[in-house]
């Protein structure tokens, strides 16, 4: 039966078309938008302005504390290889190592409760990704909650969201960023 798609906009990156129980999901694929390279690298000059690490200083005493750890080209290659295929030589291995898993771990350890973990952007879109992760954390606080009652149950699910996101070693980390198309498309833009 033929029938008009529905168009949803869910985010800049990523649409949902439905038909007839039928969806596709479009996700970013890292490309950058533009049709010269100089329009590209003014893109990514635009972008990079909104970037944490641009006005961090500014918020500082406003906000949570933040950590950062720079992240060349050649890093950015590394670690979309370590979370997509896994597969680093011994001496890239190394160097991913010392530049990224220590510094990472080290920093999460600083934090007593955990850490969120980003790059340009969080890996928000992977919860429901990542096999048991939401579930686990939907049921501990929905038990808290009265059913009956529709804002703790909206505020409940957001919780759970939030704590999704919180990490507690490097291999979290690594695991919801493999789960996450916008942070794998933000390693492919660096």
Request: proline content about 3%.
């Amino acid at each position: 039966k033929n029938s008009k798609p529905e168009q949803f906009n869910l985010q800049n990156n990523i649409s949902l078309r439905a038909m007839e129980g039928v969806s596709v999901q479009h996700v970013e694929d890292g490309t950058i938008p533009g049709n010269t390279v100089e329009d590209k690298i003014e893109l990514m000059r635009y972008w990079n302005q909104f970037n944490l690490d641009q006005y961090y200083d500014d918020i500082e005493n406003y906000t949570f504390k933040s950590e950062f750890i720079p992240l060349t080209y050649e890093l950015a290659k590394l670690f979309l290889n370590k979370i997509t295929i896994d597969k680093l030589t011994d001496e890239e291995e190394e160097i991913f190592e010392s530049k990224i898993t220590k510094p990472l771990g080290d920093i999460i350890k600083s934090f007593d409760d955990g850490a969120f973990v980003r790059l340009q952007r969080s890996p928000k879109d992977c919860i429901d990704k990542v096999p048991g992760l939401l579930k686990t954390h939907l049921k501990q606080v929905l038990n808290e909650v009265d059913s009956n009652d529709n804002n703790k149950v909206y505020i409940a699910v957001r919780k759970a969201f939030l704590q999704c996101l919180r990490v507690g070693s490097v291999d979290e980390v690594y695991e919801l960023f493999s789960y996450s198309s916008r942070i794998i498309s933000d390693l492919k833009r660096v």
